[in-house]
């Protein structure tokens, strides 16, 4: 279980660090040029394969649930203090499948990551140099761009009120699993496949701290000169 846990930590620090690189890749980029509208633009081409994955996700959850799609957009706009990449009009449903739909992202984002590191594992591309620039170009492309925003999680209040009424009905029932009973869900196989995403999601954060650290020193330059 602990692994488990330990995944889905390093989930949530790749969450935070997408976000705070994010704000230096903007806060250079308008350093830069000194330009909103630049900025923004620079950043939509930055991140636009990830972008086109993120909204893709969406659309195919969303077909796949039975809910009605509209246009797809991937120009990016000002959203408040933040910038939309992109959007795909998603018809009004009920929370569960809306919830989905809002996690799809995430949900395609993490495969992409596992199974691309696996099979750059298996197929030893890590000794190829081209192989490498484009891992890690897709990693980062992925590993910021799949998290999902405050509009895709409209569904997660109603659904996390849902479940703890239905823990809180199961506890009064008298029917509360043990720990040792979550444990025995787990076999092997699966223990092995979280085991492996603890290291593989390794990469990724260490690329986004990077990327970070060198952004930090290159804006403090940016700004003595």
Same mark, same amino acid.
């Given at each position: 279980?602990?692994?488990?846990?330990l #995944?889905?930590?390093e !989930?949530?620090? $790749?969450?935070?660090?997408?976000?705070?690189l994010?704000?230096k *890749?903007? %806060?250079? /980029?308008?350093?830069l040029?000194?330009?909103?509208?630049v900025?923004?633009?620079?950043?939509a081409?930055l991140?636009?394969p990830?972008?086109?994955i993120h909204?893709?996700?969406?659309y195919?959850?969303?077909?796949l649930?039975?809910?009605?799609?509209?246009?797809m957009?991937?120009?990016?706009?000002?959203?408040?203090q933040?910038?939309?990449l992109?959007s795909?009009?998603i018809?009004?449903?009920?929370? #569960?499948?809306r919830? !989905?739909?809002? $996690?799809a992202p995430?949900?395609?984002?993490?495969?992409?990551? *596992?199974? %691309?590191l /696996?099979?750059?594992?298996?197929?030893?591309?890590?000794?190829?140099p081209l192989a490498i620039?484009l891992?890690l170009?897709?990693?980062f492309?992925?590993?910021n761009?799949?998290?999902?925003?405050?509009k895709?999680?409209?569904?997660a209040?109603?659904?996390g009120?849902?479940?703890i009424i239905?823990?809180?009905?199961?506890?009064?029932?008298g029917?509360?699993p043990?720990f040792?009973?979550?444990?025995?869900?787990?076999?092997?196989?699966i223990?092995?496949?979280?085991y492996?995403?603890?290291?593989?999601?390794? *990469?990724? %954060?260490g690329?986004?701290?990077a990327?970070?650290?060198?952004?930090s020193?290159?804006?403090t330059l940016?700004?003595?000169?």
């Amino acid at each position: 279980m602990e692994i488990v846990g330990l #995944f889905f930590l390093e !989930l949530l620090t $790749l969450f935070l660090l997408s976000r705070a690189l994010q704000k230096k *890749i903007s %806060l250079f /980029f308008y350093t830069l040029s000194g330009s909103i509208k630049v900025t923004v633009y620079l950043l939509a081409i930055l991140f636009l394969p990830g972008t086109v994955i993120h909204e893709v996700a969406h659309y195919l959850m969303a077909r796949l649930l039975f809910v009605t799609t509209g246009a797809m957009v991937l120009i990016p706009k000002l959203d408040g203090q933040s910038v939309k990449l992109g959007s795909v009009s998603i018809a009004r449903t009920d929370p #569960f499948r809306r919830l !989905l739909i809002g $996690l799809a992202p995430f949900l395609v984002g993490t495969i992409i990551i *596992i199974f %691309l590191l /696996f099979l750059t594992e298996k197929n030893g591309l890590w000794q190829t140099p081209l192989a490498i620039i484009l891992i890690l170009y897709a990693l980062f492309e992925v590993g910021n761009t799949m998290f999902s925003s405050k509009k895709d999680l409209e569904g997660a209040l109603f659904m996390g009120v849902f479940l703890i009424i239905v823990c809180g009905v199961l506890y009064l029932l008298g029917v509360t699993p043990s720990f040792h009973q979550l444990q025995n869900l787990l076999n092997d196989n699966i223990i092995h496949i979280f085991y492996q995403g603890v290291l593989y999601l390794l *990469i990724p %954060l260490g690329l986004d701290l990077a990327l970070i650290f060198v952004l930090s020193i290159s804006l403090t330059l940016l700004r003595r000169g």
